[in-house]
């Protein structure tokens, strides 16, 4: 069975030569995590950070803790996003109160360890605003609790995540001077659509499946055509 084609010999080896570069391209669904702390923002059922947690790990020789308040840290959710593995190389904390949450950040270093390259922190402030202390104290533990974090982050190298209960506390207004970068995540009908700054989306990442956005493919279809008009022009 032969092959048709509208190009000679050599211009199909010019096209095809383009078309395994592409094959190469990384299709970026999620933006990068910085050293520091990333601040997201998202709705209360997406389970974002188990997303993010399993694409950093998946793969890697590296560990992550998770400090949760507000029953974030569903471990089906990390396991429908990564693999078995992945599960294996978080290790999560629960708090219930405000001291206990106090008490477990202040206990960082007797869980990070060398390999660990994310630290969560889903909530933050969440048990320091729910009435269980008076909002003086409420306040001097948290700022405890956010120091303690960022020299933590600072010594080891971590990428922090945290999401804040309320956008409009005193305590996020606060603590946004230290952030490194900024991750706002919702769902559309193509899948989880990421806004953050110096980020642009190209894929949509929904379960198991990628689907690239419009504006990517045609993209590349224009550097397809423009690589078969220079083949053409140098052989014509």
């Given at each position: 069975m032969?092959?048709?084609?509208?190009?000679?010999q050599?211009?199909?080896?010019?096209?095809?030569?383009?078309?395994?570069?592409?094959?190469?391209?990384?299709?970026?669904?999620?933006?990068?995590?910085?050293?520091?702390?990333?601040?997201?923002?998202?709705?209360e059922?997406?389970?974002?950070?188990?997303?993010?947690?399993?694409?950093?790990?998946?793969?890697?020789?590296?560990?992550?803790?998770?400090?949760?308040?507000?029953?974030?840290?569903?471990?089906?959710?990390?396991?429908?996003?990564?693999?078995?593995?992945?599960?294996?190389?978080?290790?999560?904390?629960?708090?219930?109160?405000?001291?206990?949450?106090?008490?477990?950040?202040?206990?960082?270093?007797?869980?990070?360890k060398?390999?660990?390259?994310?630290?969560?922190?889903?909530?933050?402030?969440?048990?320091?605003?729910?009435?269980?202390?008076?909002?003086?104290?409420a306040?001097?533990?948290?700022?405890?609790?956010?120091?303690?974090?960022?020299k933590?982050?600072?010594?080891?190298?971590?990428?922090?995540?945290?999401?804040?209960?309320?956008?409009?506390?005193?305590?996020?207004?606060?603590?946004?001077?230290?952030?490194?970068?900024?991750?706002?995540?919702?769902?559309?009908?193509?899948?989880w659509?990421?806004?953050?700054?110096?980020?642009?989306?190209?894929?949509?990442?929904?379960?198991?499946?990628?689907?690239?956005?419009?504006?990517?493919?045609?993209?590349?279809?224009?550097?397809a055509?423009?690589?078969s008009?220079?083949v053409?022009?140098r052989?014509?």
């Amino acid at each position: 069975m032969n092959n048709i084609s509208p190009y000679t010999q050599e211009e199909s080896e010019g096209v095809r030569g383009q078309q395994s570069e592409t094959q190469h391209v990384v299709v970026q669904s999620q933006p990068q995590l910085y050293q520091g702390v990333n601040l997201i923002s998202k709705p209360e059922d997406l389970p974002a950070f188990q997303s993010l947690v399993s694409n950093q790990l998946e793969g890697r020789n590296s560990t992550a803790v998770w400090i949760d308040s507000g029953n974030e840290s569903s471990t089906y959710a990390l396991r429908s996003a990564g693999t078995r593995s992945v599960m294996e190389k978080v290790h999560i904390g629960r708090a219930f109160t405000p001291f206990q949450h106090h008490t477990l950040v202040h206990s960082l270093e007797e869980f990070v360890k060398e390999n660990t390259e994310i630290l969560v922190l889903p909530n933050i402030d969440l048990l320091y605003l729910d009435g269980q202390v008076r909002e003086w104290e409420a306040e001097e533990l948290f700022e405890e609790v956010w120091q303690k974090v960022l020299k933590t982050a600072e010594k080891h190298g971590l990428k922090v995540l945290v999401s804040f209960s309320s956008k409009s506390t005193s305590l996020l207004q606060h603590a946004r001077k230290d952030v490194e970068r900024e991750i706002s995540i919702g769902a559309t009908q193509e899948g989880w659509k990421y806004d953050s700054s110096g980020f642009k989306q190209n894929a949509y990442s929904n379960g198991g499946s990628v689907q690239t956005t419009v504006s990517h493919w045609m993209q590349k279809a224009s550097d397809a055509v423009q690589a078969s008009v220079e083949v053409k022009r140098r052989h014509g």
